[in-house]
């Protein structure tokens, strides 16, 4: 019987990718022989590596996609107002069935995205999906502010479509830029910089009420000569038509922008360890890429020698579903993601409640279109309303959790945020009929901050940590499509029950009772919170559990399957 060969280690071979905002790690330790060492070592340089403007760029590529997924959610509202105007002459506003079915659709599709991006970016490679939803997003907008009906098709039913395809790539966007920034981040500062990414959303819906803003005035001329918008025709309609194409194609320009960085992304040293293992495949495509081939083609024995040894040597299990179902029927890593998964559920199901109370609070600051004497004046005050309301608590709370995230915690914050929200929904349900304007003002605004600097923010950023590296795009993905799930619920169920019982003089009786209800999801979201660890300043292998060691009989399986496949080969 001939000896068995000795077990040799063939060098690494360079990975595609790597730019100025994305540097390549794996490349960086080739010369190490043992996989597992070589592995160490590219995690420890970016786990201890001092903050500087890569980190910068990082977080700014990451978070265009967020500016401009903000933009395009929050400018529903005011393209809704403004097609009101164009398509319904006479009338001046929207059917109630349409109004909802336009802001929900946006919802139904970035479910589907966060679910099918989460789980691709597992299976194929962050590398290989980041990039494409923003070309979707792009794609999307572009058809949507190009949109016109015909005598055969209806411009709300193309506005759906394009508005279900957009969500679709914002829900992408979701898992994908989280768990990108979190394998590239250093360990230190880890929040701080997830947290810059998910805060770009408060710019973003700040540039959107300006861009309205200047379009409005743009046109002020045309919509001052009509008084209101259900008599606004002719060259005012022409004017408003023209306005909301402007204010949703603007939301491609950052897309463009940010798309090149994408694409041209390595994949994180992570995933390229634990979860591709195909070191030979990634160095043809390099050659293949230089050469301006669409694809590398490299030797199959060489192919299929590299992968056996990464298979032996690299101690991370291999992802499958059965190591999918096995890894989440522990306790302690189902009850994770159930703390994941359900505070971001019963966040949303309020987060999106809140904004209910926006006509009052408009009334109050003195921009209410109710006494508006022309189209002008109520797209204006529109414009100048949205802008307060943003301002007033939304960016503040996004950034003081950004400098405190890695200090005070996540968990910390969360907890925090939920306790206190509970408290001021408890407030304005029970003294809704009660209390001043002002004093709902002082409410609305305290829970604006408290949001945003709470749940809102580590509901995105904890998926991103917790989870091992072969899951933790899809983890990602279910967290926040649970989050989606509550806000549809939150919108089209509960929120609807403020009219049981309207009357022309009280529109919204159950305004009380809906705030009621919404007190209770959050604290629901204080207990969600107990499942969840506090994860600043700890590497995602201590946080992922990914020391866990496969059981004996799955171990002897994933060993028999290795086995079998090379002698096949």
Not at 167 to 188: C, H, N, Q, R
Not at 198 to 211: K, L, T
Not at 429 to 439: C, M, P, T, V
Not at 524 to 532: P, R, Y
Request: proline letters at 4%.
């Amino acid at each position: 019987m001939a000896d068995a060969a000795p077990k040799t280690s063939a060098y690494a071979h360079k990975t595609s990718g790597g730019n100025n905002a994305y540097h390549n790690f794996h490349n960086d330790f080739l010369h190490i022989q043992d996989a597992n060492e070589r592995r160490r070592l590219a995690l420890a340089e970016i786990d201890k590596a001092p903050f500087g403007w890569y980190h910068v760029r990082a977080c700014i590529v990451a978070g265009i996609g967020f500016f401009t997924d903000s933009y395009d959610i929050f400018a529903v509202s005011l393209l809704n107002v403004m097609l009101g105007i164009v398509y319904y002459p006479g009338v001046g506003t929207l059917p109630s069935s349409s109004d909802s079915a336009i802001k929900l659709s946006t919802s139904a599709g970035t479910v589907i995205g966060q679910l099918a991006f989460g789980y691709l970016a597992d299976r194929v490679g962050r590398k290989r999906m980041y990039g494409l939803e923003l070309i979707i997003i792009i794609f999307a907008t572009l058809g949507q502010a190009l949109s016109s009906g015909s005598p055969s098709v209806n411009i709300i039913g193309l506005i759906i479509f394009w508005r279900v395809l957009l969500g679709v790539g914002i829900g992408g966007d979701y898992p994908l830029s989280s768990i990108i920034t979190s394998e590239f981040a250093t360990t230190k500062w880890r929040g701080a910089m997830m947290g810059a990414v998910f805060a770009m959303q408060g710019i973003g819906q700040m540039v959107c009420a300006f861009v309205m803003l200047f379009v409005t005035l743009g046109f002020r001329e045309q919509l001052s000569v009509s008084s209101k918008p259900a008599n606004c025709d002719g060259y005012c309609a022409i004017a408003v038509d023209k306005m909301w194409r402007t204010l949703i194609g603007f939301g491609a320009v950052p897309a463009c922008i940010a798309l090149y960085y994408r694409l041209t992304i390595p994949e994180t040293p992570r995933y390229t360890f634990d979860v591709g293992r195909d070191v030979e495949k990634a160095a043809d495509d390099v050659k293949a890429y230089i050469s301006g081939k669409p694809e590398g083609q490299p030797d199959d024995i060489a192919r299929i020698r590299a992968r056996k040894e990464a298979q032996i040597q690299i101690d991370i299990p291999e992802a499958s579903w059965s190591d999918f179902i096995r890894h989440y029927s522990i306790p302690k890593n189902g009850l994770l993601l159930f703390g994941t998964a359900g505070s971001w559920f019963v966040l949303d199901v309020a987060f999106y409640g809140l904004s209910l109370n926006n006509a009052t609070i408009l009334d109050v600051i003195g921009y209410s279109t109710k006494n508006a004497r022309s189209t002008y004046e109520v797209l204006y005050n529109t414009a100048i309303g949205n802008l307060i309301i943003v301002l007033a608590g939304a960016v503040p709370g996004y950034w003081v959790s950004v400098a405190t995230l890695d200090t005070l915690g996540r968990k910390t914050i969360q907890m925090g945020g939920f306790i206190i929200l509970t408290i001021l929904f408890i407030v304005m349900g029970f003294s809704y009929w009660h209390i001043s304007s002002n004093a709902l003002l002082a409410i609305y605004v305290l829970a604006q901050f408290f949001f945003n600097f709470g749940p809102n923010m580590t509901t995105f950023i904890v998926p991103g940590e917790v989870f091992p590296t072969r899951y933790r795009s899809t983890s990602h993905g279910i967290s926040a499509a649970s989050g989606k799930v509550g806000s549809i619920i939150g919108q089209g169920a509960i929120a609807t029950l403020r009219t049981r019982g309207a009357t022309k003089e009280q529109p919204a009786p159950w305004m009380d009772h809906v705030l009621e209800i919404y007190a209770l999801f959050m604290l629901l979201g204080v207990f969600t919170t107990l499942f969840i660890p506090e994860t600043k300043r700890k590497t995602l292998e201590e946080l992922s559990g990914e020391d866990q060691p496969l059981p004996t009989s799955a171990a002897e399986a994933s060993s028999r399957s290795s086995n079998t496949k090379t002698v096949e080969s």
